[in-house]
């Protein structure tokens, strides 16, 4: 079955610090990775996705991440962090070739301090 | 396009009544997904539909639950009769062909049942 795995429940990092918010998987085919952002009160949206390709995934708002298939890992990056960058984080897969069914992480709080 | 519609945004019942949450997806996504978010277990998928047709509901949690899509521009979740544990955030997610693009997530329907 697969998995998605958010060690850190809660991820502190002062302002313009780099931030990681990690995420490992376990899947038993190829995997297709998403993260997604969730403020709140409000649904969660869309920021990058690893299909196949370049290992480094450039999305929305400056976030990136790597797609790292030895360590079934894909984590968040941010250069420098924003305060407006405080909010939930999830980590989500799906098995390429598979049908639609997503699972999700358990999500990770950043909280960005001024 | 306006996204994802769900409505209401929230919803007070007591218990032993019936609940019916709607959404909207967005026009031409041919999947439609229904999530609940709780603090104790995160983001659990209840059902998906494929063209209008429900493909797995093992996620839906009991007999109390059922859910229906009509047509391509409408959906409904229903829970009768309602319970205090099924207070929750309920959101409607859809997604063209594979999915390989993300999923739109609606704002969700905060739903206490009392």
């Known amino acids: 079955a697969q998995s998605v795995a958010q060690p850190e429940d809660q991820v502190n990092v002062a302002e313009g610090n780099p931030l990681t918010v990690k995420c490992t998987y376990s899947?038993?085919?190829?995997?297709?990775l998403f993260w997604y952002v969730q403020y709140p009160n409000r649904g969660l949206q869309f920021l990058l996705k690893y299909i196949t390709g370049d290992n480094l995934v450039k999305g929305s708002y400056g976030f990136e991440a790597e797609f790292n298939k030895s360590q079934t890992s894909f984590h968040l990056k941010k250069p420098s962090a924003l305060v407006s960058d405080s909010a939930l984080y999830f980590c989500?897969?799906?098995?390429?070739?598979?049908?639609?069914?997503?699972?999700f992480g358990i999500g990770t709080k950043l909280q960005v301090i001024p | 396009d306006a996204g994802v519609i769900q409505s209401p945004r929230h919803e007070v019942t007591e218990m032993g009544q019936e609940v019916t949450l709607r959404c909207k997806p967005i026009s031409g996504h041919d999947y439609l997904f229904w999530y609940r978010q709780t603090m104790m277990r995160g983001l659990e998928l209840l059902i998906y539909f494929n063209n209008n047709v429900p493909i797995d509901d093992s996620g839906m949690p009991e007999d109390r639950f059922s859910a229906k899509m009509p047509n391509a521009s409408f959906s409904t979740l229903k829970i009768q009769p309602s319970e205090p544990r099924d207070s929750a955030v309920y959101f409607c997610?859809?997604?063209?062909?594979?999915?390989?693009?993300?999923?739109?997530f609606g704002s969700g329907t905060r739903l206490t049942v009392v």
């Open positions: 997610a859809s997604s063209p062909g594979t999915g390989r693009g993300g999923y739109t």
């Open positions: 899947v038993s085919g190829n995997p297709y």
């Open positions: 989500a897969v799906i098995i390429t070739g598979g049908y639609q069914k997503v699972t």
